[in-house]
């Protein structure tokens, strides 16, 4: 009966350390960029989808401290990084297509900024670009 309940005591403690010890996540740095664009300088939240995302542009960054890829239909970017930073950002914006008059217009736009990423936290940014033309 004694080693029966020894045992009970030994499985129940082992039990309770299992469920009790959780692992302790990492932080992570959330990033969300929304490009807008502007003629004047001044944000008319004009969005700004399809537009080219560098995000770390350094030639000594990390790999992890980089990132690139194209906004959404809203204009929005967004990235996790696993360590906080300072990074630069670049947007740039080329587009060619014909207007109704059968005349070829060409949209050219670049925009950059900086961002500073903080562990556990969501920065988000508005990178205003202008025309480059």
Do not use: W
Not at 6 to 16: E, G, H, S, V, W
Not at 48 to 61: F, I, M, S, T
Request: proline share 2%; net charge negative.
């Amino acid at each position: 009966m004694k080693k029966i309940a020894i045992a009970f005591y030994f499985l129940a403690t082992i039990a309770l350390l299992t469920f009790c010890v959780q692992c302790k996540k990492e932080p992570v740095c959330e990033l969300v960029l929304r490009v807008h664009k502007t003629n004047t300088g001044i944000d008319t939240a004009d969005v700004l989808p399809n537009a080219y995302v560098r995000v770390g542009l350094e030639d000594n960054y990390a790999d992890f401290a980089k990132a690139e890829g194209y906004t959404d239909k809203n204009g929005v970017f967004t990235h996790t990084f696993k360590y906080e930073a300072l990074l630069e950002v670049a947007v740039t914006y080329d587009s060619t297509y014909f207007n109704s008059d059968s005349v070829m217009v060409r949209d050219y736009y670049l925009g950059s900024g900086r961002v500073k990423l903080e562990p556990g936290e969501t920065v988000d940014q508005v990178i205003l670009v202008s025309s480059a033309e």
